[in-house]
């Protein structure tokens, strides 16, 4: 199962001068604008692009990590995404 990326969120993606991702998200019309950087970035991406049992794996292998590591706080941060309207609610696909 995977999250969707909500139909009034709007997003785009940039990187900076030192190669790191900033990732601007905002529901529209009322905002705010969210920013994320770095691995929060990293985190939503992989999200939105598939499984959510394999996120934490995703995300260990771009960032070099052992996945044991950030599994619990990916999910947690996952969860937090969701209550806050940044990912739509797991989709069966």
Known sequence: MTHRIP????WTLSDN???TSVL????LPRGPIS????TAA?????????????VADR???EAGVEVDGIRDEVGDFVDQL??????GPRSAT
């Open 7 to 10: 139909n009034d969120l709007a």
């Open 17 to 19: 001068d030192d190669g």
């Open 24 to 27: 601007y998200l905002a529901r």
């Open 35 to 38: 920013v994320l950087r770095g």
């Open 42 to 54: 990293l985190i939503w991406l992989a999200t939105t692009e598939g499984p959510r049992e394999t």
């Open 59 to 61: 995300v260990a292998d």
């Open 82 to 87: 969701v209550a806050e309207g940044l990912l």
